[in-house]
């Protein structure tokens, strides 16, 4: 009786040595991250957030907006097309569900005049604030998302202005 006791209490040290016969591996590569593309439709508008939890990287919030009425003021004292108002809601920076979110802003907050335009060089974007010593990741924020508020690609050439002085052509680096 004894001895089976003995060989009860030394069956799971004798498996957890074995390891159940699972041999161990190296690490197996499988290629990037999954990267997802995100496309809002004609109710709303993309914006680009500092993400809290990834230093300074850039995440994109899907943003519903109505589309403007005639006469319609966003709270602001101005009328904004649909492009125009995704730079602003920009500007506002996240809600409270987004900051809740772990998501930021690194642009300051504005009021007044902005405009948004496609031309033959790319987007041109008005601001009513100093650009040229916003932070890199400020610049990628606006960057970002007036390229995808205007064209749809995140890719399009875009130099914004404003009341210090230029910045770019930039691309988005996301």
């Known amino acids: ?56 990287r850039l995440m994109p919030v899907v943003r519903p907006f109505a589309l403007p009425v005639e006469g319609d003021s966003s709270g602001t004292g101005h009328v904004w097309r649909g492009s125009d108002k995704a730079i602003a809601m920009l500007f506002d920076g996240p809600t409270q569900a987004e900051a809740d979110s772990g998501l930021r802003t690194e642009l300051p907050p504005i009021r007044g005049a902005l405009s948004l335009t496609l031309g033959p060089d790319g987007v041109s ?19 970002c998302t ?15 202005t ?13």
Request: proline letters at 4%; one cysteine or more.
């Open 162 to 174: 404003g009341t210090d002085g230029v910045i770019g052509p930039a691309r988005c680096s996301v």
């Open 125 to 143: 974007v008005r601001v009513n604030t100093a650009v040229t010593k916003l932070s890199e990741v400020a610049r990628q924020q606006l960057i």
């Open 146 to 160: 007036a390229a995808q508020a205007r064209t749809a690609d995140r890719k399009a050439a875009v130099k914004v």
């Open 1 to 56: 009786m004894r001895r089976v006791r003995a060989f009860g209490a030394l069956l799971p040290l004798v498996l957890l040595a074995n390891g159940c016969g699972i041999q161990a591996t190296d690490v197996v590569e499988v290629g990037d991250p999954a990267t997802v593309d995100v496309a809002p439709g004609s109710q709303g508008t993309l914006l680009y957030f500092v993400s809290s939890s990834s230093a300074n």
